[in-house]
């Protein structure tokens, strides 16, 4: 007879936001089991940017990136370590007058919801930022954001979640889920689990797991490409991002800098960068970047995310199953409020609900995106 293992709260995924989870569950005194096919953290939360930003998110996610912000700041008391965080405010750049006509019109917007922002052109911003290229005209600071080693603070929290008592368990694919009436049991590894509440945090592959409760939401798999450079003297003075996407940089205490934009390639299981994408991308961060002009790249890499139909996640409960939490489809932007998420799904489990407007984020959005509660036996999470 295979292992029977109970808990109050079984977790499928060990990256940061079920891991961060976890370790949120924990500390509140519930009983939890977290489940991860590979390592814990080694997926899109260990391969990420590393951008820990509030602005330039859609509005709807203010309020729980400004949650998450405040955790970020806990770091050492929470996982022990700081993750090499720094605060180094966020740069979001303005490459046409359009841009800056948008960036002031979301700093006001981003000011309702307590999110300081200051934005400059002109002389000023020039003078400011000297080893700026020419082609920014200007950009939006917000000072309190920054950006952390993703390789740290992902494990980091799946460590603190054992130390606070909850059972990790790393490469033990989850096969089977099913909701009897009473509870969740799931098969793992050989052994079977008991849990009252369920957490889908599977990232890119969540909708394996989402389908064996009747409901799914369009995600694809995507690509995220970024490469760093040879240790350089110190340039890039904030984490920079380019409105309206397509290139961001940050540079480490050591000198490198990190660098991304467009996608590499994949096949749903295993990502790769792109070495037409990082030569295209790299012309035109060298146009906002000068110095980055006879730079050495000495790595590149990629992974795997999910990314939904709008952009949005899908966070909070089921539609079809009574105790079953959804957090997935991060769409490339979920490193920063991920912490956030893991404790706002705490509250859903501990008290029913949270003060954190999650709504949007709903999976019944995705209604049409409904399939038969019959999962076909050959597919599982793998």
Sequence with gaps: ??????????????????????????????????????????????????????????????????????????????????????????????????????????????????????????????????????????????????????????????????????DVFEHTAVDEAVHDGAGFELRAAGRRIRATWLINAAGAWANHIAKQFGESAPMEAIYPNMWVTEPMPPLIVHNLGVYGGGIYARQVARGNCVIGGGRGRGDSEFGQPSVDTTRTVMRDACALLPALRDALVIRTWSGVEGCTSDHNPVIGASRTTPRLLHAFGFSGAGFMIAPGVGDALADLVTNGATDTPLDAFAIDRFAMHRVPSVYPPEETFR
Excluded: T
Excluded at 8 to 32: K, M, P, T, Y
Excluded at 61 to 72: D, H, K, S, T, V
Excluded at 81 to 105: C, M, Q, T
């Design 1 to 166: 007879m295979s292992e029977l293992l109970c808990y109050d709260v079984a977790i499928v995924g060990g990256g940061l936001v079920g891991s961060s989870a976890a370790l949120a569950l924990a500390r509140r005194g519930l009983s939890v089991g977290l489940f991860e096919r590979r390592d814990c953290g080694a997926q899109a939360s260990g391969v990420n940017y590393g951008g820990v930003r509030c602005q330039g998110r859609p509005v709807e996610q203010l309020p729980l990136a400004l949650r998450a912000r405040r955790i970020w700041d806990r770091l050492p008391e929470l996982v022990g370590i700081d993750g090499e965080f720094v605060a180094s405010g966020h740069l979001r750049l303005a490459r046409s007058d359009a841009d800056l006509d948008a960036l002031d019109a979301y700093a006001k917007l981003a000011g309702e919801h307590g999110l300081p922002l200051q934005v400059m052109s002109g002389d000023a911003f020039r003078r400011r930022y000297p080893w700026l290229g020419p082609a920014a005209l200007g950009g939006s600071l917000c000072a309190n954001d920054g950006h952390a080693n993703p390789r740290l603070v992902s494990p980091a929290f799946a460590r603190a979640a054992r130390a606070a008592g909850a």
